[in-house]
């Protein structure tokens, strides 16, 4: 599972997810991408998940590149806790997705199968995403 080694704050503020991302917009690597259309958080098991379909549907051809890393923490109280008593202890990590980030990246492998991998990974996260190709054509929605 994909998290930061060491932080230099425990706890952090959910904070506000306005605006769409300006870096990691590109395909920089491969050839096929999985861009991001709405914001939300995308958690360190969706990414592992989604990476998992990926792996799974290229058959370990070509390589995959993951564009984006879980670095905030994301809290929650134990069930059934009163109010009160300060904040929860940290749950899970979490990745802030703007509209237009890159989250996967293939290549070295055909684009058939480049879009049914990027078409599996688009199931296991929980916004819409475009697949787009490095020449910028657009596929899916």
Do not use: N
């Amino acid at each position: 599972m994909l998290m930061p080694k060491r932080v230099k704050y425990r706890k952090q503020q959910r904070g506000r997810m306005k605006g769409k991302a300006s870096r990691g917009v590109e395909v920089s690597f491969g050839e096929y991408g999985l861009k991001s259309l709405e914001c939300g958080y995308l958690s360190a098991r969706q990414i592992e998940a989604a990476r998992r379909a990926i792996v799974h549907e290229m058959k370990r051809r070509g390589k995959v590149w993951i564009r984006v890393f879980p670095d905030k923490p994301y809290t929650k109280r134990a069930a059934e806790t009163r109010m009160g008593k300060g904040k929860g202890a940290v749950d899970h990590w979490v990745a802030v997705i703007r509209p237009g980030r890159m989250m996967f990246e293939v290549g070295g492998t055909d684009e058939e199968t480049a879009i049914r991998a990027l078409t599996r990974a688009r199931y296991k996260l929980g916004f819409k995403t475009k697949i787009v190709t490095r020449e910028g054509v657009g596929e899916g929605s």
